[in-house]
């Protein structure tokens, strides 16, 4: 990747995508399909076989998109702001939508494995539930590269997921850590790719951790969402 995939201020045009909002670039659109679902989205020609891939195999390991909750290419600006989103360029999905919304108040709402997010980000799309502020969008996923990182982690995604069929994880496998002297709940969270954050790893712990979610200390065992 060419580019950072936290670094939100380097536009999509920059990085060599084009006009996007105003712009209509539904020419340059392609409609990929969820194969078990039947859900369709509309994203840029240029990641949608990529995007094919990633769907396919969030559904493959047993998660599941609902039609009408998910989208790609919308021809708009960000909310409340006169930049284009990047849903204008067909490189942002907003996927089941129903079960995660967006809020402003810092909390993530999902259901959303973390193994899901995480597939994600292996192959360049950012999420929404990692944004920095109180701004949560666990819906919302992003391709962060340029055109030819694309192409990159497409190839990495047809190696990696194509050619070698990995075999398909338990559904929830229970996974563990020792918190370590230092930690808090939200770093372990992001470093770990906890899908619905430290909130999601507050809940499955609340027995260890107690009321308090800032008191964990050194040798707690957590269970990972
Ligand atoms: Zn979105």
Redesign the pocket.
């Known amino acids: 990747m060419r580019f950072s995939m936290s670094d939100y201020s380097i536009s999509a045009k920059e990085k060599g995508w084009g006009p996007g909002w105003s712009a209509n670039r539904s020419a340059d659109m392609a409609r990929v399909r969820a194969d078990r679902s039947g859900t369709g989205i509309n994203v840029h020609k240029r990641v949608a076989p990529l995007v094919d891939i990633l769907l396919d195999e969030s559904e493959r390991r047993g998660y599941r998109f609902h039609p009408k909750s998910c ?1 790609g290419y919308v021809n708009r600006a960000i909310k409340n702001t006169d930049k284009p ?3 204008s360029w067909g490189l ?3 996927l089941n939508w129903d079960r995660n919304p ?1 809020t402003f108040d810092g909390e993530v709402h999902t259901d959303l494995p973390g193994w899901l997010v995480a597939l994600w980000n292996r192959y360049g799309f950012a999420w ?1 539930g990692h944004y920095r502020n109180r701004h949560k ?1 666990p ?4 391709f962060m590269g340029a055109p030819a990182d694309a192409d990159e982690m497409l190839a990495k995604a047809r190696r990696e997921l194509i050619a070698k069929a990995t075999p398909v994880p338990a559904p929830n496998p229970t996974r563990k850590y020792t918190v370590a002297a230092g930690d808090n709940l939200s770093a372990i969270a992001n470093r770990l790719h906890i899908g619905g954050g430290w909130q999601a790893l507050f809940q499955r712990n609340r027995q260890v951790i107690g009321p308090d979610p800032n008191k964990i200390k050194p040798g707690m065992v957590l269970t990972l969402p």
Do not use: I, P, Q, Y
């Open positions: 989208g989103s990047n849903h942002a999905v907003d967006e929404g969008d819906m919302h996923f992003e």
